[in-house]
């Protein structure tokens, strides 16, 4: 579905950054990698390149504007085009009710949840209209959330909702589509290692956690991080080349109308 697109990958990480790197080469991108830990972007190379895909690791602090830039000057010089910008990276604010967390807390989320994604669209803008490429949102479930350990996190992933359903419009006219993806719980090792931590504390057991967390789903169990990927990457594909400014849910059926 992406044979010779060129993606940009921000948030190279464990889980779905890892997913969403091998499954967009096994789909024929070559991919822009891109976190703040050059060792981990390096292994994600390894898998590229294992898919037959070419790589290009650039390490950069994505809240800052001037790495930003060299991000994309490097990028352009190394392909000369982009196809697509994922904006995977994320950070979380500690999950307490929001009138408790330190406004500093809120910012630190919100520089990398909402302007990271802001400023890395301003500046690949110009590529992306050349190619009539795409943007794609990491959201998350937690916006449909009203429970007060989530809060500050919804705070900054209903901003990028916004962020994004704004950039649409404004980017629309230049043949830039901009959509997101919203997965719920994703069975991944850091909710793998969550969930044993839930266990421990309620005196239960992983799978008990396992299962009251796919409780609400209509599936019964939840997504795996391939699974999020492959639906946010078809997104990137020509088969959405008339869909923009929507966000898709990718959580086995736990929230719908």
């Excluded at 520089?111 to 669209?121: I, Q, S």
């Excluded at 490429?133 to 350990?149: A, D, R, T």
């Excluded at 939840?222 to 990718?250: C, I, K, N, Y």
């Amino acid at each position: 579905m992406l044979r010779d697109k060129v993606v940009v990958l921000s948030g190279v990480g464990p889980g779905l950054g890892r997913a969403l790197g091998a499954e967009a080469a096994r789909m024929g991108a070559d991919l822009v990698l891109v976190s703040r830990t050059e060792r981990r972007l390096q292994k994600m190379a390894e898998v590229v390149e294992g898919h037959g895909r070419r790589a290009l690791v650039v390490p950069t602090d994505i809240t800052d504007e001037t790495q930003v830039q060299a991000l994309v000057d490097r990028t352009l010089e190394h392909f000369g085009r982009v196809d697509c910008l994922i904006n995977n990276a994320f950070g979380i604010p500690p999950m307490d009710p929001l009138t408790t967390i330190p406004l500093d807390a809120l910012r630190a989320a919100n520089e990398t949840n909402v302007f990271a994604p802001l400023r890395l669209t301003t500046l690949f803008a110009d590529a992306l209209a050349a190619s009539r490429g795409s943007v794609i949102m990491l959201n998350s479930c937690v916006v449909f959330s009203s429970q007060p350990e989530y809060a500050g996190y919804k705070l900054s992933k209903g901003a990028l909702e916004h962020l994004a359903s704004s950039l649409a419009t404004e980017l629309g006219p230049r043949g830039i589509r901009v959509n997101s993806v919203a997965p719920s719980y994703i069975y991944e090792d850091v909710n793998k290692g969550y969930f044993d931590w839930l266990a421990s504390e309620a005196g239960t057991t992983h799978d008990d956690v396992y299962a009251e967390k796919a409780a609400p789903t209509d599936l019964k169990r939840l997504a795996s991080p391939e699974e999020v990927a492959r639906a946010a990457l078809f997104l990137a594909s020509d088969l959405a080349s008339a869909v923009t400014g929507q966000m898709l849910t990718v959580d086995c059926g736990e929230f719908h109308d």
